[in-house]
């Protein structure tokens, strides 16, 4: 199994940036398809951005596109997501995935692993 876990939130305004972190610990040998997902009061959890095992190909939902970078750094079993001019409507809690099924797609949650989570929330 792998461990994950979540840094870097925190209450920005609109318009501000954060970084936000995922440290994984554990079987970290093994080879994961990563990704960030958010779920908002009342709502459901969601995708926000993807990244293959290498690193060479990253996702993203289209209301984060061109605002949000995802990337990781395997040598350090770390993955990073920075986020650029926040909404109000980022407002919600980040998770960390790690995807062990190489070849399923990004967004499947199926039988992965899950930080605890940490808060993001955006004033206007």
């Known amino acids: 199994q792998v461990q994950l876990e979540e840094s870097g939130g925190g209450l920005v305004q609109a318009g501000g940036s954060l970084r936000l972190s995922c440290a994984a610990s554990?079987?970290?040998?093994?080879?994961?398809?990563m990704g960030w997902f958010r779920q908002a009061p009342g709502k459901e959890r969601e995708f926000v951005a993807g990244?293959?095992?290498?690193?060479?190909?990253?996702y993203y939902a289209d209301s984060v596109k061109g605002r949000f970078t995802i990337s990781r750094d395997n040598a350090k079993n770390t993955m990073y997501l920075q986020m650029n001019t926040l909404k109000p409507e980022d407002t919600a809690v980040y998770y960390c995935?790690?995807?062990?099924?190489?070849?399923?797609?990004?967004?499947?949650?199926?039988?992965?692993?899950w930080g605890q989570g940490t808060q993001v929330t955006v004033s206007s």
């Open positions: 995935n790690a995807n062990p099924n190489l070849g399923t797609p990004v967004t499947s949650t199926e039988n992965t692993y």
């Open positions: 554990g079987r970290t040998s093994s080879r994961y398809i």
């Open positions: 990244v293959s095992w290498s690193g060479a190909t990253t």
